[in-house]
């Protein structure tokens, strides 16, 4: 597969790590903030081969494992009724709320459907027009243009029975927050590639300019990461606190216009709370006035109050990369991808469920 | 009338027409037209080999097959992983009220037809016939007896340190066919199951070298679940190598939009086998030589390592542990 | 939170387009690539192309890395 196969070449893999072990002995730490950046980690098995020196940290990237389990009852809620379909990405069925899951409340016999891309939810209203649907609207910068677009295309296409339940976030302000908490010790960022793609790399200049922290943009595929990383290492061990970009085949300065016009068209910026950190300011999205006929709360009269976990897991210290999840004394006992109790375990890219399916400490050989 | 109903099911006239209408009609047999209560089979062999399965697939129809394909194979196949000729099959339907007939009719003949090329009867079979709404459409049962093969010992627990791992051919085909047709996710292009009867695979590889260690059909959960299965029982650690897994283009690019491995993903026509290495190649040369084996590779080997365990030695040069699957499979964005 | 996969523009057709991955075809949103072409490469997410590959930059960064490794084999 093109921009694919080159990207996961052994031999550029391979030749990206022996450079890394060249660059700095200094101990290390960078926090990679993108769950599919988690993903790739683990599934390329970079932990086993990066220099000992090199600390790598999984950060708050998961907008799955940062939603609260409010959210998750709230659509549990609105399954029970008859008129509804609800529409959801794979990624949030298995979520625990208080009440169950989307997918034991599948089982119950609710209408609940998995979809790819919030396009089809513009033929599934077409299709059921006696039924309300309401689709999850989660996701960070990358996936929240595309709510704006569905549902400017609901408005052309004359629908008027497609909602939406938004829980987008964004990135940058989480990172200030995850900064300026003392008991972190970060000396870098791997910068997520496709939010970058989105909104340019000039929101995370901050981290240059205020904190003295480098941060690289960075792509998915093994080789993309391997390079991140070399680029990141040499930055930090020449004390050069720039913000670099390693995806430019992706990533422009300014990032997608476009979709940047069209996240301004629909939402307004809101304070939000991410599960296990607390209040972000200015770090939600919320449909604007012109939009609010698409909002699932309002069009339900819903009183949404948000309330988290408090399960005795740890995700909140773990999400920002404070422990990771050894560390948790549910961990693989109490909490399973099978039996999640945090979303972290739940998500497939959250760092628990990572961990749990592809962690193994070096010693596997011995 | 062009539907099933309940007077179908009831054991009457109506009951009768649909059993020589269609099913007598394709599964015509000595055994089966003698229409005994019980098939009545003389049997030449000392060990049989006896299994059931039951088959629910949503959607009934897919690209490469059909719920009646599904269920001869998947019980000829798990007689052929035994080690043993598969000879003789029953078939019962529990079939929902309102299901047509003329999708039965493609299902029963589907059944005869893989039948005919498995060389297995189906000898008996029940009907029934439920209300509206109480299953999902039609589910089907198979149960399959084989005489199991004199010098041929396969089983799970015979992996060896050393034994190479070979596949037939391309991972995840079927579960990713019905993944998307099942969830309408757009998809469109070559993405077909892999449905097939793999005892004459199999015979081909036993005349290759009958001392093959172990053979498993990788069902559901896909390769995983049965390497961790022959790990466990085995006790012995399975490396993989990512590089030469064997993934057809169209269920890679599937793979990828929807985030999920391969190597989790269901077969219904793929077999894990565990040789000695010095025989690995005369193996591998005959699996290529059949319709079924065309695309044979070498995936991995069992270690010396102490342990159960899999993984997979990754193209990074890294390790990354393969567990036994758990929950469903579930396409993300994230 | 960025699962994203290259593909080939088949067709366009308005806002709308074909792309092709693995062999494999799906509709997705154009409206964040307007300014694609037919054979042009997009990053795909969630059924929308959220930006256009630059193939230009793609190769220097592969030229770059085969350099190294020429580098390697020289030492």
């Known amino acids: 597969m093109k921009f694919v196969d080159e990207f996961r070449s052994s031999d550029y893999s391979k030749l990206l790590v022996e450079n890394l072990r060249t660059i700095s002995c200094n101990k290390i730490n960078i926090m990679e903030v993108c769950g599919t950046h988690t993903m790739s980690i683990f599934r390329y098995g970079i932990r086993d ?11 708050p990237g998961c907008p799955v494992c940062v939603t609260p389990q409010s959210y998750i009852d709230t659509a549990l809620e609105l399954s029970n009724r008859k008129d509804v379909i609800i529409a959801t990405f794979g990624d949030m069925m298995k979520v625990p709320g208080r009440r169950g899951s989307l997918l034991k409340k599948k089982a119950e016999g609710a209408d609940i459907r998995i979809v790819y891309s919030p396009m089809d939810c513009l033929i599934l209203a077409a299709e059921n027009p006696l039924k309300q649907i309401v689709f999850l609207a989660v996701g ?18 004359g629908l008027s029975n497609l909602f939406f339940f938004t829980a987008h976030k964004i990135v940058p302000p989480v990172m200030e ?11 870098g960022f791997l910068l997520p590639g496709n939010v970058s793609a989105i909104i340019g790399t000039e929101p995370f200049e901050f981290l240059s300019k205020d904190l003295n922290i480098p941060g690289v943009v960075t792509g998915f595929e093994p080789v993309d990461i391997l390079q991140g990383l070399n680029t990141l290492v040499g930055l930090i061990s020449k004390k050069d606190y720039r913000i670099a970009n390693d995806y430019k085949r992706i990533v422009k300065t ?10 301004n068209k629909a939402f307004n910026i809101v304070d939000s709370n991410w599960r296990g950190i607390g209040k972000v300011p200015k770090s939600g999205l919320e449909f604007n006035r012109q939009f609010e006929e698409f909002d699932a709360l309002k069009h339900f009269e819903i009183c949404y109050e948000e309330y988290d976990g408090g399960s005795g897991c740890r995700c ?17 006992k109490l909490c399973t991808p099978d039996n999640p109790v945090g979303s972290c375990m739940v998500s497939s890219e959250g760092t628990c469920a990572a961990y749990f399916r592809y962690y193994k400490p070096r010693k596997m050989e011995e | 009338m062009s539907t099933i109903t309940l007077s179908h099911g009831s054991g009457g006239t109506q009951t009768n027409k649909l059993i020589n209408d269609i099913f007598f009609k394709y599964f015509s047999n000595d055994i089966l037209n003698q229409m005994n209560d019980a098939a009545q089979i003389d049997i030449d062999f000392k060990k049989l080999a006896f299994t059931t399965d039951s088959f629910v697939v949503n959607p009934i129809f897919f690209a490469g097959g059909n719920i009646g394909k599904l269920a001869v194979c998947g019980t000829v196949n798990d007689l052929a992983v035994s080690g043993a000729k598969p000879l003789y099959l029953t078939s019962a339907f529990i079939i929902e009220e309102g299901f047509s007939i003329v999708n039965l009719e493609i299902i029963v003949k589907t059944m005869a037809e893989e039948g005919k090329k498995s060389g297995v009867k189906i000898v008996a079979g029940d009907t029934k016939v439920v209300e509206k709404g109480n299953v999902d459409g039609i589910y089907i049962n198979t149960s399959g007896i084989g005489s199991i093969y004199e010098n041929v010992n396969i089983n799970c627990a015979n992996a060896k340190s050393g034994d190479v791992i070979i596949v037939n051919g391309t991972l995840g085909d079927h579960g990713m066919t019905i993944l998307c047709e099942r969830n309408n996710l757009g998809f469109e292009g070559n993405l077909i199951s892999d449905c097939a009867c793999l005892n004459t695979l199999v015979d081909c590889m036993l005349d290759a070298y009958d001392g093959i260690h172990v053979i498993r059909d990788a069902t559901r959960g896909g390769v995983a679940a049965v390497l961790n299965e022959i790990s466990d029982f085995s006790n012995v650690t399975i490396a993989l190598e990512e590089n030469l897994l064997p993934i057809k283009e169209e269920v890679k690019g599937a793979a990828e939009m929807l985030g999920l491995d391969p190597l989790y993903i269901a077969n219904e026509g793929k077999l894990c086998v565990f040789v000695p290495e010095a025989q690995a190649e005369q193996v591998l040369f005959a699996m290529r030589t059949h319709p079924l084996g065309a695309n044979a590779a070498i995936i991995g080997r069992v270690t010396e390592e102490l342990g159960k365990k899999v993984y997979l030695n990754t193209v990074v040069g890294g390790k990354r542990i393969v567990d036994m699957p758990s929950g469903i499979l579930l396409p993300r964005i994230c | 939170m960025c699962l994203a996969v290259p593909g080939r523009v088949l067709s366009i057709n308005g806002n709308m387009g074909i792309i092709e991955v693995g062999k494999l075809r799906r509709n997705v949103f154009l409206h964040l690539t307007p300014d694609v072409a037919i054979d042009d490469y997009v990053l795909v997410h969630a059924g929308c192309a959220i930006q256009e590959i630059d193939e230009v ?3 220097i960064t592969l030229d770059i890395l085969k350099e190294l490794a020429e580098c390697e084999i020289r030492r």
């Open chain 1, 49 to 59: 081969v990066l220099p000992t020196n090199v600390n790598l940290i999984s950060g």
């Open chain 1, 140 to 157: 960070f910068e990358t996936t929240a243009p595309m709510t704006a677009v569905t549902a400017i295309e609901s408005r052309k296409k």
């Open chain 1, 177 to 187: 927050a995850l900064v300026n908490d003392q008991d972190l010790n970060l000396d």
């Open chain 1, 254 to 263: 300014d990032g997608n216009t476009k979709a940047k016009d069209y996240l």
């Open chain 1, 316 to 332: 909140g210290e773990i999400l920002k990369g404070k422990i990771n999840p050894t560390q948790c004394p549910l961990f693989k």
């Open chain 3, 57 to 59: 930059e793609a190769k």
